[in-house]
């Protein structure tokens, strides 16, 4: 199994604002993954991180808007970047192993 | 797409077992049925995921059909604390290869 920490828990934000939300793995996992849910939705992938390569994006997702970061192979970042209230959402950290495990999420409210 | 289609609510009474169908009619030979759930404001848990056989945790048993165009999850004595999200989802075996959430069911354990 793998444990998730994700940092910040929660958060709230003014539009125009750039949050930057990180990923803390217990051990090294080649693939991390980035997940939105948004109020009463279920859970829609954003991005695949591997490492040392760039970021693959599901569509309706774009680099400049979800930069993600994958240094090494125990840690990530996703920046929600000039963010707006359609942003309010949980957004998960994703790491796989034999099965694939979540963080406890991030959740941001912008204003 | 999600490749399952699960109700999207049940109920069930404590100590009683919580029998959650769901229907994947399209899987393939190569993917495995996986059972997670998410219980409110907290990232998703894995349950148990099976190929073909039935397979049994501490959480959970999984029934698969012979055909595999179904399976049921299994909580064999529901508690209050088992009230979440069920998300049946079809995966391949890669760890590269993330998992795609539908709708779930949504289960309510009273007391």
């Known amino acids: 199994s793998a444990v998730i920490s994700q940092k910040p828990s929660r958060d709230i934000c003014q539009r125009g604002t750039s949050l930057t939300i990180q990923c803390q793995v217990d051990?090294?996992?080649?693939?991390m993954f980035w997940y939105r849910q948004q109020p009463g939705q279920s859970l829609t992938l954003i991005a695949t991180?591997?490492?040392?390569?760039?970021?693959?994006?599901e569509s309706g997702f774009v680099i400049d808007k979800f930069p993600i970061s994958r240094p090494n192979l125990t840690f990530s970042t996703l920046t929600v970047s000039n963010m707006s209230p359609e942003d309010s959402s949980i957004y998960l950290c994703s790491a796989a192993t034999e099965t694939q495990y979540f963080g406890p999420g991030t959740r941001l409210l912008v204003l | 797409d999600a490749k399952t289609t699960q109700p999207t609510s049940m109920d069930c009474a404590e100590g009683r077992a919580a029998n959650l169908p769901c229907n994947h009619s399209?899987?393939?030979?190569?993917?495995?049925v996986y059972w997670y759930r998410q219980i409110h404001s907290q990232g998703p848990q894995y349950i148990i995921h099976?190929?073909?056989n039935n397979e049994t945790n501490e959480m959970a048993s999984l029934i698969i059909t012979e055909d595999r165009k179904s399976s049921t999850l299994i909580l064999p004595h529901a508690t209050l604390r088992d009230t979440a999200v069920y998300y049946c989802i079809v995966r391949q075996t890669s760890r590269n290869t993330p998992l795609v959430f539908g709708k779930g069911t949504r289960l309510s354990v009273i007391a």
């Open positions: 099976g190929l073909k």
């Open positions: 399209t899987i393939s030979g190569n993917e495995y």
């Open positions: 051990s090294q996992v080649t693939m």
């Open positions: 991180a591997n490492q040392g390569s760039e970021a693959t994006y």
